[in-house]
């Protein structure tokens, strides 16, 4: 566990190194930071004389080495706009797009395992055929669009007249297909519950659970989909092994062999992908925070290019890829807890 550790925190200081270069160097790609310092009515002399207290003029090494150093300290600049640190700044946002990610986590966990498994333990049934048709239209829909859909049902309404109203039926059938909407389609709502000093959090308050609800769903459905096809498909293939089979003729219970033996490992390479699609899902909200004006970290960031903040774009460029390094490394720990026939350095016991 130790030399697994140590390897990778070092890996995780090489992924973070390269971040960090192609961070900075989108830093000129971005334009002149004094152009957003100072006005026009700035001579061309003090913006020399800025340009040079801040270090513009040294050579890029030497920027970069500087920017290194702070970056270690904490220190990832001063917002243009907000006027404060940028990971301040990011701390402020960051708990509207963790409730996204963790409301949307939870709906992929409660729908994608028993659909995957049903559909896995009776192929030919019509819901298996009905599910996997589902999966494969949400995996070709974007996350927008599925947005834009969600408002239009449940916060807007849509009102259907497709068959006529003179018969008990045609009336029946067109109040079924109609809805009345009504769930909140933007922010976060005002009901909101304090925790960790000024993070704050809709999940324990009605008013914002309502709030969370279409943009979880949206998110959601992006990662779902591709969860559901994958624990069929791994489902599936375990089913038709050695083992599974040996159980059988021993005479263990249906439910004993699909849900303890077969689904254990069933869900190894679940957990692996699923860690990857979970730090994935952080750079997905920016489509979904968007559409529902979540004020979130993406929301923020495509603010923050609108406005040409470059610290705080590079700020969240090095977050989202600290995210990704934390995340891939607690999925390799827990893949060694699920199967202990995998020892952390890689190879098998």
């Given at each position: 566990?130790?030399?697994?550790?140590v390897?990778?925190?070092s890996?995780?200081?090489?992924?973070?190194?390269?971040?960090s270069?192609i961070?900075?160097a989108i830093?000129?790609?971005?334009?002149d930071?004094?152009?957003?310092?100072?006005?026009?009515?700035?001579s061309l002399e003090e913006?020399?004389?800025?340009?040079e207290?801040?270090?513009?003029?040294?050579?890029i090494y030497v920027?970069?080495?500087?920017?290194?150093g702070?970056a270690?300290q904490?220190?990832?600049?001063i917002?243009y706009f907000?006027?404060k640190?940028?990971?301040q700044?990011i701390?402020?946002?960051?708990?509207?797009?963790?409730e996204?990610?963790?409301?949307?986590?939870?709906i992929?966990?409660?729908?994608?395992?028993?659909?995957?498994v049903?559909?896995?333990?009776?192929?030919?049934?019509?819901?298996?055929?009905?599910?996997?048709?589902i999966?494969?239209v949400?995996?070709?829909?974007p996350?927008?669009?599925?947005?834009?859909v969600?408002i239009?049902?449940?916060?807007?309404g849509?009102?259907?007249?497709?068959?006529?109203?003179?018969?008990?039926?045609?009336?029946?059938?067109n109040g079924?297909l109609?809805?009345d909407?009504?769930?909140?389609?933007y922010?976060?709502?005002d009901e909101l519950?304090h925790?960790f000093?000024?993070?704050?959090?809709?999940?324990?308050?009605?008013?914002?659970?309502l709030h969370l609800?279409?943009?979880?769903?949206?998110?959601a459905?992006?990662m779902?989909?591709l969860f559901?096809?994958?624990i069929?498909?791994?489902m599936?293939?375990?089913?038709?092994?050695?083992?599974?089979r040996y159980?059988?003729?021993?005479?263990?219970?249906?439910g004993?062999?699909?849900?303890?033996?077969?689904?254990?490992?069933?869900?190894?390479?679940v957990?692996?992908?699923?860690g990857?699609q979970?730090?994935i899902?952080?750079a997905y909200?920016?489509?979904?925070?968007?559409?529902?004006q979540?004020?979130g970290m993406?929301?923020?960031?495509l603010?923050?290019?609108t406005?040409?903040?470059?610290?705080?774009?590079?700020?969240y460029?090095?977050?989202?890829?600290?995210?990704?390094v934390?995340?891939?490394?607690i999925v390799d720990?827990?893949y060694?807890?699920?199967n202990?026939?995998?020892?952390l350095t890689g190879k098998?016991a």
């Open positions: 566990m130790l030399a697994f550790l390897q990778r925190i890996q995780a200081f090489l992924v973070m190194f390269v971040i270069v961070a900075f830093q000129d790609g971005l334009g930071p004094l152009q957003e310092l100072v006005g026009m009515s700035v913006r020399d004389a800025i340009r207290d801040m270090g513009l003029n040294d050579p920027q970069y080495a500087r920017f290194a702070n270690l904490g220190d990832l600049g917002s907000y006027g640190p940028t990971l700044v701390a402020e946002h960051l708990p509207a797009t963790l996204l990610v963790i409301g949307a986590s939870l992929i966990l409660v729908f994608s395992v028993p659909i995957g049903y559909a896995a333990i009776r192929p030919q049934a019509f819901l298996s055929k009905f599910f996997m048709g999966s494969t949400g995996i070709s829909i996350v927008f669009l599925t947005a834009i969600l239009q049902l449940f916060s807007i849509v009102t259907i007249e497709m068959f006529p109203t003179d018969t008990g039926w045609g009336t029946w059938l079924a109609s809805t909407g009504g769930l909140p389609s922010g976060r709502g519950t925790f000093g000024t993070w704050n959090s809709g999940f324990f308050s009605w008013d914002g659970l609800v279409l943009p979880c769903v949206s998110l459905s992006i779902l989909p559901i096809r994958l069929r498909a791994e599936m293939e375990v089913l038709q092994s050695d083992y599974i159980a059988r003729a021993k005479g263990l219970s249906s004993r062999i699909n849900f303890l033996h077969a689904l254990k490992n069933t869900m190894l390479p957990i692996t992908v699923g990857v979970l730090g899902m952080v909200t920016i489509l979904t925070e968007t559409v529902f979540w004020p993406g929301l923020m960031f603010e923050a290019i406005r040409s903040d470059i610290p705080l774009i590079v700020a460029l090095m977050v989202v890829g600290l995210v990704f934390i995340t891939n490394t720990l827990i060694g807890l699920v202990p026939t995998v020892k098998k």
